[in-house]
């Protein structure tokens, strides 16, 4: 490979919650003890050194001693225009649909409080990403769930006829969709998101549609956009991008919308900046255009090969040697959602002392029961594949089977 994604990162002093907070955090309030080091397993930012193109395009720009005031530039819309066309087969986007969030939730309520009055009801899937379950109630929407369900071999699927009945009963006019889908991974089909976008249609319920992770699909996954499967769903959907989770930007603070509906993007644009607080970086405006460079696709195809082995690694693991830990292997993401139910019941151990003893050891994996999954823990695979190892292994000798 061209790019290094098997050295081990020292994080630690650098600003990354994922290595720092561990025993300061509630979401990952236990630390190692003696003898163990962190291996940041929770967090979902990546511990691989971002694509080269981002920090040489960004100290090109801290090159020039003034960063005043500035409007984004032609080349920022150009290079999401040429991602989405490349990278997702878009066409048709213009510079006039693309607008500026300073993050993918923030973009999320902008839109839902034009859909939407504060005490209405939203339609989300559970399981449920923490950050909706935050930003929605926080804003005062009740969240309707929509359990989704496996089938005979551990697919995660939407229950078309439990979405249309929590529809009509809820009154449910705005829906939240996660494609790919946070915490279990899965990648839409076409079919399904065609399916999904024609039962908002026939209840009129405007969506936003997070996409975030639409760039981290596995190896033979290919991420199908909500505003391409129809005309009608190119007209009631609010989509939300960013290349924080795809580069690990996260902490320069960058997203973007679009939206083609022309008065709904007037509405969402005005709500956007009500706050007087969402404006763009100049360096993260850099970092993007860094990004959407074509070392960024090269960097990104060799990531994507990276997280497939590490997950089929995992995953083969998983069956091998955690009897009673049930896995559905990811799509996409970097992330595992483990369903611990059967072996915390075989072990008389609660969720809380099983998370416990992996904190132990180092290995610092995350509460599901926030994303809904009642004796879940989702994990972090984006690390060396050595890592990966390593962890595992303890978790194979101390935890599981200790």
């Not at 839109?111 to 339609?123: I, K, W």
């Not at 033979?220 to 924080?244: E, F, G, L, N």
Request: net charge negative.
């Amino acid at each position: 490979m061209k790019y290094d994604f098997t050295s081990i990162m020292d994080r630690h002093g650098k600003d990354a919650i994922a290595v720092d907070a561990p025993g300061l955090s509630p979401m990952a309030p236990g630390g190692p003890k003696e003898g163990y080091d962190v291996i940041p397993m929770w967090v979902a930012d990546m511990n691989f050194p971002t694509a080269p193109s981002i920090p040489a395009a960004m100290a090109a720009r801290v090159a020039h001693p003034a960063y005043g005031y500035f409007f984004p530039t032609g080349e920022y819309f150009d290079s999401i225009i040429r991602w989405h066309e490349t990278r997702n087969g878009v066409t048709g986007l213009t510079k006039e649909c693309i607008g500026y969030e300073n993050g993918v939730l923030g973009g999320v309520v902008s839109a839902l409080n034009v859909m939407c009055s504060r005490g209405d009801n939203v339609l989300l899937h559970s399981p449920t990403y923490i950050g909706f379950t935050h930003s929605l109630e926080n804003n005062g929407y009740r969240i309707v769930h929509s359990p989704l369900v496996q089938d005979e071999n551990g697919v995660w699927r939407m229950d078309f006829d439990d979405m249309e009945k929590k529809i009509v009963e809820n009154k449910i006019h705005a829906a939240v969709f996660c494609s790919p889908h946070n915490p279990t991974g899965r990648v839409w089909e076409r079919r399904e998101v065609e399916r999904a976008m024609e039962l908002y249609q026939k209840h009129n319920v405007q969506v936003v549609s997070d996409e975030i992770w639409s760039d981290l699909t596995l190896c033979d996954y290919k991420h199908i956009p909500t505003q391409s499967v129809s005309d009608d769903a190119r007209m009631r959907t609010v989509a939300v991008y960013a290349p924080s989770k795809t580069f690990n930007l996260a902490g320069l603070v960058g997203s973007y919308h679009i939206i083609y509906n022309p008065v709904l993007r007037d509405r969402v644009e005005k709500e956007s900046s009500l706050c007087h607080y969402n404006s763009m970086n100049v360096l993260s405006m850099h970092a993007l255009i860094g990004a959407y460079q074509p070392e960024g696709h090269a960097w990104l195809d060799e990531l994507r090969a990276v997280l497939t082995g590490n997950i089929d690694y995992a995953c083969a693991f998983i069956a091998e040697h955690f009897e009673g830990v049930e896995v559905s292997k990811p799509q996409g993401t970097y992330m595992l959602f483990l369903d611990c139910t059967r072996w915390c019941e075989a072990h008389g151990k609660t969720i809380d002392e099983l998370l416990r003893a992996g904190w132990d050891v180092g290995v610092i994996w995350q509460d599901g029961r926030p994303f809904h999954g009642p004796c879940h823990i989702r994990m972090n695979l984006a690390l060396p594949l050595s890592r990966v190892q390593e962890a595992f292994r303890r978790l194979d000798e101390l935890v599981f089977n200790a």
